[in-house]
């Protein structure tokens, strides 16, 4: 089907890390915690931590710029720049503000928000433009400044969360396309499992007429349920996309989790019988970064000389909305 044919390649990555850094042992300082805990539970060990100077446009720009690069394009050939992120700098969003910042002058940038799923939301939406020949070269950005939103006070979430910033190109090609398979879901049934939510302050215009004012609350989790749920929903929906794309659990080279806990990427892997050797995971030094996570890690593997040209990968988002799901592709 050469010619016309509209694949999707994911030709470059990068990534962009807050400077500061806390560790396990510091937390146990500001809470009630302890290294041992947070290890044993989660995997984590470090996060990389936005100062108050550093801001989401610049770090996710840094990313953008890194993936840019790898691709062996320029940022005025870009057509679409998606912003996955729940912590834009501004409430209208940030993606025009990384448009500009990187120099993308034809692009059109706009954010989009799904929690920890933001990257593989985003992946399936660049490439539905890619695939329709609506656009030839898509970067996208995961990034998230979670330190802003979390109650340092509550052990319970407060250990878990890290800055970051992860990005890569996708590119219209007449080859194969790589984008092998994926799956989105949604379940607001249980969105207060983990939220962030909206907190007014009735002000009164009129007689008749009052509105509120407001901040953000900090983020709250049932980290049991949101467990549970993982483990349950992620490996059923990436054996649903390896069906889709015909592939067996063995042709799997790579898998990529949300890196929000160890435990579950290592019982997901058990579930679907992927080996321990194939989970790419950098938890242990970044936490939970949310939409960055996989992003992050992938570049991080491809900087390694791990992930290699035809590579396998299947990745999986999850979290707050309660959102999940599943793409497979295989690298450049
Ligand atoms: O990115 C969004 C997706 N989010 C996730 O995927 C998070 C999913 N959930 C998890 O990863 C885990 O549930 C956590 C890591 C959040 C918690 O691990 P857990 O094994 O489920 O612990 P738990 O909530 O059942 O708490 C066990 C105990 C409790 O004490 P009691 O009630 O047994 O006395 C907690 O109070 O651990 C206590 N605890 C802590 N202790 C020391 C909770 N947080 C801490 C802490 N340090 N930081």
New binding site residues.
């Given amino acids: 089907m050469k010619g016309n044919y509209r694949g999707v390649a994911i030709t470059g990555s990068g990534g962009a890390k807050p400077s500061q850094v806390l560790q396990n042992q510091d ?1 146990s300082q500001i ?4 290294d041992e ?2 290890r044993t ?2 995997g984590i060990r470090q996060r990389h931590l936005a100062k108050p100077s550093e801001s989401l446009s610049e770090l996710a720009a840094r990313a953008g710029k890194e993936a840019i690069a790898m691709a062996g394009i320029t940022p005025d050939q870009m057509d679409l720049i998606i912003l996955a992120t729940s912590t834009p700098d501004d409430l209208f969003g940030s993606g025009s503000k990384i448009q500009n910042l990187l120099g993308a002058n034809k692009a059109v940038a706009f954010d989009l928000t799904a ?2 799923s933001g990257f593989v939301f985003g992946l399936v939406t660049a490439s539905q433009f890619i695939r329709t020949g609506v656009y030839q070269n898509v970067l996208l950005i995961g990034a998230d400044i979670l330190s802003r939103w979390v109650d340092w006070s509550d ?6 969360f890290g800055d970051g910033a992860g990005a890569v190109v996708c590119q219209r090609t007449e080859e194969k396309d790589n984008l092998l398979g994926f799956e989105i879901c949604s379940d607001g049934s249980q969105n207060a499992c ?1 939220n962030a939510p909206y907190c007014p302050t009735p002000a009164t215009l009129t007689s008749e007429v009052s509105v509120s004012k407001g901040t953000y609350e900090a983020i709250t ?1 049932n ?2 349920e ?2 549970r749920f ?1 483990v349950a929903k992620v490996p059923e929906v990436i054996e649903k996309v390896l069906f889709r794309a015909q592939l067996s659990v063995e042709q799997v080279d790579w898998l990529i989790l ?1 890196q ?2 160890q ?2 990427m290592d019982a997901v892997a058990n579930r679907l019988t992927i080996p321990p050797e194939k989970i790419i995971s950098n938890v242990a030094s970044y936490g ?1 970064t ?1 939409a960055a996570s996989i992003p992050l890690a992938l570049n991080e593997a491809i900087r390694q000389g791990k992930i290699k040209s035809g590579d396998v990968i299947a990745t999986s988002g ?3 909305g309660l959102t999940w799901g599943a793409a497979i592709f295989q690298w450049r």
Wanted: charged share 15%.
């Fill in positions: 937390l809470v009630d915690t302890s805990w947070i539970r989660t929690a920890c052990r319970s979430t407060c250990v878990l983990l989790m980290g049991r949101v467990y993982a949300h929000a806990n435990r579950i939970n949310s999850f979290g707050a």
